[in-house]
């Protein structure tokens, strides 16, 4: 769920306001968590990283994240969202295999390999929810609650997966 929230905001806001959207719930979710002050550096920063990265993919590409007019209409534009949603993908899941393989001390591809063979499809599904949600929102704000059940659905169906993933490990 918090990937297409992110992703809709790069694409309506753009990467400083998207940094602060999943920092901010990132921080309080892990402090409510009881979680160490290094697990809460950690996913605080990974999502930081993430997202602020993946915003810069847009501007990078010359795209204005607050029109969608470019995103939708042009080459140019699918290509920067490409960009995009690769670059938000291998960032957030490669930073989470990399600490993974530094504690276990095995290899980062194989460590990166294990944890996401299963969750690819879901995830992909989830940053096109995010698209789809902010180009909905300039549309008619009340179409989100329609796409917010989609969310939840997706949500529960990664996370399941995840688990499971876990559990036969």
Known sequence: LSSAVY??????????????VGAIPALLSQVLRRKSPLKIAFNVGQY?????LSGAFLIGTGTDP?????????AGGAAALLA?????FLLNTGLVALVLAIVKGASFLDVWK????????????????????????????????VLFLLLIVLDLVMKTTWELNVETR
Not at 7 to 20: D, E, F, H, T, Y
Not at 115 to 144: C, D, H, Q, R
């Open 7 to 20: 992703i809709a905001s790069l694409l309506l806001s753009g990467p400083a306001v998207a940094v602060i």
């Open 48 to 52: 930081v990283l993430t997202i602020g």
């Open 66 to 74: 607050h029109s969608f007019e470019v995103f939708i209409g042009s």
């Open 84 to 88: 995009m949603f690769v670059s938000y």
């Open 114 to 145: 294990m944890g996401n063979k299963e969750v690819v499809l879901p995830y992909v599904g989830m940053l096109n929810v995010g698209l789809v949600a902010a180009i909905l929102w300039t549309v008619s704000p009340f179409a989100e609650v």
